[in-house]
């Protein structure tokens, strides 16, 4: 299983972003994966989910109303877009597969203010 994470760079406060995530090596389950992030000097945080069988996306309470999980599964891809970003975004997002206990190598998030 390996997971590819891009879209990462750097914006403005109140820009946005997409990161996609690339997963190969399994039968695509979009809800198996999972969005984290490294802010400096923090361990790493969970982000997002999508939910299971059609449950409600989860988030963590400092990105909820600005972030949202989704997936194409054609793809095999799952996404994160990003809305008014803040400087306390910056850091490096991952991609998680909960099942199989697989990281993506990450991709850096950088908002200046």
């Known amino acids: 299983v390996e997971l590819v994470e891009s879209g990462g760079g750097s914006v403005q406060a109140g820009g946005s972003l997409r990161l996609s995530c690339l997963s190969s090596g399994t039968f695509f389950r979009e809800y198996e994966v999972r969005w984290f992030r490294q802010t400096p000097g923090k361990e790493r945080e969970f982000v997002a989910r999508?939910?299971?069988?059609?449950?409600?996306?989860s988030y963590a309470d400092s990105v909820k109303d600005r972030f949202t999980a989704s997936s194409d599964s054609a793809k095999s891809t799952v996404y994160l877009q990003m809305n008014d970003l803040k400087p306390e975004d910056t850091g490096i997002y991952y991609c998680?597969?909960?099942?199989?206990?697989?990281w993506g190598q990450g991709t850096q998030v950088t908002v200046s203010s």
């Open positions: 998680y597969n909960q099942v199989y206990q697989v």
């Open positions: 999508i939910g299971y069988n059609g449950a409600s996306n």
